[in-house]
């Protein structure tokens, strides 16, 4: 009897497994689209449009600075599956003003046409203990990292959900997920990312609007370089227990739209990573501890 | 053989029920502790500060406005249990400059001494759709809700890590476990409190500070359960029912402040996942009804 249940469960799975791509929402088809990628000029962004653009992409890049925007275009050019593709670089710092940003979308849809995808890729990481990190950083961070993906998610959203299609992507972190030691400025603007995310979503769901979250982990960019200037021990030990990615896999990832699965089991590990954590901090402040009391006794 | 390993298993899970409180965090004694409660003139901040007061508590309110504060102040010492008990009140706002709240902290701490419990009540909320919102609701919640968060505990923390005492609390909200519909703005600022409050407490445990996130439903409750939890030093402090699920349902990596806890979240995890598609469905629906009846009206008008 209990045989026959189980075998009707799996079947269901199974049959759920089957059944599942059919109902999921249409790929986006990347050649011919106009994807728009802000903090293109490096890191995670110029890689994401360099894997937009080799599959056929029209890209707009969006940074501040024009000259890193004009070398990443060389950059990107390189890798044309066409002779039609554009790259069209923007230099507007995407925090600042919601009108600026307004008018730097309007500009790209002239262009190359009306955004099919939007990535927000602009953002900077800073690390250091909570009463360490200067008091302008708890806002910086949230400005650039959270307003700075607000901005161009809102200029954009009114036509995607009147053409009934488009995708937007945001890049939240692994301590979007965690908050991690020396990371209370950074975790929030990258958890706040996945508020915003998933509110965002529900509300565009019925007009085939797609909104995707990346976690990547620490990845090798400018942006992991400078985070790494301010860095407290106890962030870089917790670190090491995940390695470094290339921001081409990341970008790979990201733009296939990452999958996420499973509870349970997972939550047990997580468990042991989190002990495992709370010890390595443990372990450093007492370290400081005794070596301020040999420094004080010298 | 079976039988038996089944029978350690359970007998090793109530051993650690039983050995679980004796392990958990020392509960905070509020008779006689300085707690600062900002936003605490009105709703959540108010109620708290009574709750607090009830049981002892010398209570610095912070608000914005001095006359609502006085008021707040009259009535919370109705509840006095004492007659050394204070009711302080300090006007500032506590998202516009950090040096001020500092300057605010430092002048509780001379009438009262040494904050023991910094609750954060501050914020504000507003709904809308994402392209409806001004522009400047987004910065504004986030400044509010958040920020007004973080300055009041950078002010308090150095002192609680000296003394080796202290509770943080943050009130976040059901919308700041799930992201809904109408919530862009408000849902990220209260994502980023949780954010902010996992990793304040993996930085602050071990000077035996511990920090509690709460997430009020969306409603005016009065009777809240909410300092027992605080004073356990529990991570996760939730409302009724449906609130346990979505404490339990969204803990991902968050900290686990007793081996309960922690036992409850791996058992339930799957069926409240199954439960939360179900929602999540429900709420996809309702939204795609409203977006029809919407586009219907909109032709029957046209048509008129």
Request: proline share 4%.
């Amino acid at each position: 009897m209990l045989l026959l249940a189980a075998a009707f469960l799996v079947a269901f799975v199974l049959l759920l497994y089957m059944v599942s791509p059919l109902i999921s929402p249409k790929p986006l088809a990347l050649p011919g689209a106009h994807v728009v990628v802000t903090g293109g000029s490096s890191g995670i962004g110029k890689c994401v449009a360099i894997e937009c653009y080799k599959q056929g992409a029209f890209i707009t890049l969006v940074a501040r600075n024009e000259d890193k925007l004009l070398q990443a275009k060389k950059e990107i050019e390189k890798h044309s599956v066409n002779d039609k593709q554009v790259v069209l670089c923007i230099s507007v710092d995407v925090s600042q003003d919601y009108s600026q940003v307004e008018n730097v979308i309007k500009q790209a849809q002239e262009k190359l046409g009306p955004v099919d995808m939007l990535v927000n890729c602009a953002g900077m990481s800073l690390s250091g203990k909570f009463e360490d990190l200067e008091v302008s950083t708890f806002e910086r961070l949230m400005s650039v990292n959270y307003l700075g993906s607000v901005y161009p998610s809102r200029a954009v959203i009114t036509t995607m959900k009147e053409r009934r299609v488009g995708r937007i992507v945001f890049v939240s972190s692994q301590a979007g997920q965690l908050g991690l030691f020396g990371f209370t400025a950074y975790s929030s603007s990258k958890f706040a990312i996945r508020g915003l995310a998933e509110a965002l979503q529900m509300e565009v769901k019925p007009y085939n609007v797609y909104v995707t979250v990346a976690y990547p982990p620490d990845t090798d960019t400018p942006g992991f370089a400078e985070e790494n200037k301010t860095k407290p021990l106890e962030t870089r030990l917790i670190s090491e227990t995940t390695s470094v990615c290339k921001p081409e896999q990341v970008a790979k990832q990201i733009v296939k739209d990452a999958i996420v699965v499973t509870m349970g089991l997972f939550r047990t590990i997580a468990l042991f990573y989190i002990g495992s954590f709370d010890s390595i901090v443990r372990r450093c402040m007492m370290q400081r501890a005794k070596s301020e009391i040999a420094d004080k006794t010298a």
